[in-house]
């Protein structure tokens, strides 16, 4: 018995999802270049009520971006509290460090993969007098009793370095065989009962750089190494211990492993090497709450002239679209016999049952 017409809900009641609001959704015209990009800039490390601004005491003091792909990178310097709850003795030993690196390898101090994890390379010509232990103390204590003047002289390391890989600008200039499968993301900004979106270039996670700690380490190896050929110019016995032995392990891999390991580590190179050659450009941080920043926001984030935009009309129906979106489905060899045999064991069973519906119809002719 099929229910009555009443006792069927009706479209108003079984529609849990109303409409509320309609947009004109406008899509904003792309001008990605070198020196002009839309960042997705995430901090992992840092909780949503207290962002990097003005108002918070945290505005960064610099920016820098490595903007060709595949070596982009963004770094910023926070400035740090340096009158509570911090150690100046660390602070004025990588600052002394931070400076010894900018004299010796590079004006920017860089390290880690922004740098291409490159080895260290000598900036000047000449020798740059690196203090010893003794003479490195004794500059310390002195800046310990007027820390102030120590600061404003930029010998206190009173800034912490985020930065991080910029993800998404390389798939463009890359060959399609080498494309890194990853999201595309879209920023909208609503105005009236208009939604423009805009594509996002690229997206970074900031995370805490510790090119101060490379920094200590390459110090160290500088002095020791000075020290070391000065011991050996005055005629001293400086015989280096011999390194310990290492083991050997031979292990025997297939061609398809080895190919898709050769082409990660030619793109891993292509990304280091690109990160190395690639000086910073420095950039100039507008803060959030600015009147420029404002002004940009309505400059880039919205389309000027909404009358004369072009109608985009989609070259896909609805089953090519869920084609395109959908996985496709890949069955193992074992599964596709098992279901060629179980059809064919169907079909057998089918013929069987025509055979006998038809015998019974002779039979009942026949009676």
């Not at 609001?21 to 002009?36: D, F, I, N, Q, R």
């Not at 879209?186 to 805490?208: I, S």
């Not at 004369?308 to 896909?316: H, I, Q």
């Amino acid at each position: 018995m099929s229910p009555s017409r009443d006792a069927l809900p009706s479209d108003a009641d079984d529609d849990d999802d109303p409409v509320t609001a309609e947009y004109t959704v406008y899509l904003t015209p792309s001008t990605s270049t070198t020196t002009s990009q839309i960042l997705l800039v995430q901090y992992p490390n840092r909780a949503r009520p207290h962002p990097y601004n003005h108002a918070h005491g945290s505005c960064p003091t610099a920016a820098r971006l490595k903007p060709c792909a595949p070596g982009q990178h963004l770094e910023l310097d926070i400035p740090l509290n340096t009158t509570m709850n911090f150690n100046k003795h660390a602070a004025l030993l990588w600052g002394d460090a931070l400076q010894t690196a900018r004299d010796v390898q590079n004006p920017t101090a860089t390290y880690g993969l922004a740098a291409g994890l490159a080895p260290t390379r000598p900036r000047v010509a000449g020798r740059v007098t690196v203090p010893d232990a003794v003479e490195r103390d004794e500059r310390v204590q002195a800046d310990l009793e007027n820390f102030t003047s120590a600061e404003v002289a930029g010998r206190v390391m009173g800034t912490m370095t985020l930065g991080g890989r910029v993800v998404g600008g390389e798939e463009e200039q890359m060959g399609e065989s080498q494309q890194q499968a990853g999201p595309k993301y879209f920023v909208g900004a609503f105005r009236g009962e208009e939604l423009h979106l805009t594509r996002v270039d690229g997206t970074v996670q900031m995370r805490p750089q510790f090119h101060h700690v490379d920094a200590e380490e390459q110090r160290n190896r500088l002095a020791a190494s000075r020290a070391a050929a000065a011991l050996e110019a005055t005629g001293a016995d400086g015989v280096r211990p011999g390194g310990d032995p290492r083991a050997i392990l031979m292990k025997h891999k297939s061609g398809r492993e080895e190919s898709a390991r050769e082409r990660l580590e030619d793109r891993t190179r292509a990304q280091l090497h690109a990160a190395e050659a690639q000086p910073w450009v420095q950039l100039d941080y507008v803060d959030e709450d600015m009147d420029e920043a404002y002004t940009r926001f309505r400059e880039r984030m919205f389309m000027r002239d909404t009358q004369a935009c072009a109608r985009l009309e989609s070259g896909m129906q609805g089953e090519d679209y869920l084609d395109a979106v959908s996985r496709p489905r890949r069955e193992s060899p074992s599964r596709r016999r098992k279901r060629a045999k179980g059809k064919k064991y169907m079909d057998d069973r089918d013929g069987d049952r025509r055979e006998g519906l038809e015998g019974t119809a002779e039979g009942i002719e026949a009676g």
